[in-house]
């Protein structure tokens, strides 16, 4: 509880206060439930960030739909009239690189902020991270990523390797230990389940349990050249640096050329890596220089990119 003290001095008395003394109208504002003003500029703060995000449209467009429909139940709620009963677990279909945790990410700090989870962290998890080795152990294991879970949200990716394994395999047991978590953390647990989009799809076919249980499916699609391109200089301006008009063609060139080839194609990571490796070429290609202009330390020229394509060892 804030309290505020005055240090007793001689001829002083101690003059204490906590806000449970002060009027309504000078309480402090930032302990106040979700739905005021802090909560809703928070709200719209998040808002903002997935809409900076390039691309889209269609997931941004969703999360706008899941965002209103949840606060109008609430409100409803509140003037007690019927509420739907709120399912708001996903899945998440698209290739790798097309923005799923990042997106997923940006839903729990926004459910947190509208009250629909309590922390709204993400714990992200994998077959291994469920699948045990003996019988029991993966009940065991699955259950401990559920409790790291609790109060936000558990992204599961490609989540269909627990299906693959046939009727023996200890994928089967994590399916029906996260069911069960489901069930028993309704109020306090989120699960979205990412992958490819057909194994994702045949995943969910041939389990129909799975269908009811996640009614929100939201489709991310392969990213053009030109939104990689905008996506390069988003991470490239977040990190003080540009890319010359030469090392921008050759980005391109590259991001066309893994697009043909079907490798990573539309795939933001891909992008990240290059970047990444490209500003660790234009060090080495400056620190043995006496001088070097400010111009010269933010700029990514042909040929960093170049190098950085060279040492991609996804491109070679
Ligand atoms: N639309 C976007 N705008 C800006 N950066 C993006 C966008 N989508 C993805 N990224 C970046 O690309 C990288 C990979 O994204 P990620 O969300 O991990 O993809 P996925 O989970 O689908 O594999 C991350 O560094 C992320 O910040
Ligand atoms: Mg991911």
Known sequence: MARISFRPGPGYRVVEFNRQNLPAEKQ????????????QKNIREIMKELD??????GVKKLVGEIHAFVEIQRRRQKEKLATEPQVLHMIFKGNPGTGKTT??????????????LPK?????????DLVGEYIGHTAQKTREQIKKALGGIMFIDEAYSLARGGEKDFGREAIDALVKGMEDHKDNLI???AGYRHEMEWFVETNPGLRSRFPIHITFPDYTTGELLAIADLMLQKRQYRLSAGARDELRLILEETRLNHIHSGNA?????????????QAVRLVRRGHVSREELMTIT???MLQARQ???SNR
Do not use: C, T, W, Y
């Open 28 to 39: 402090p504002k930032k302990d106040l439930p979700p739905g005021d003003d802090q909560g």
């Open 52 to 57: 900076q995000l390039v691309g889209l449209q």
């Open 103 to 116: 997106v997923a990410r940006i839903i729990g700090r926004l459910f947190k902020e509208m009250g629909v």
């Open 120 to 128: 709204g962290h993400l714990v992200e998890v994998e077959r291994a």
């Open 191 to 193: 699960l979205i389940l």
């Open 269 to 281: 990571r891909l992008v990240r890596n290059l970047i990444e490796q490209a500003i660790r070429q």
């Open 302 to 304: 042909r040929e960093d």
């Open 311 to 313: 040492s991609n060892p």
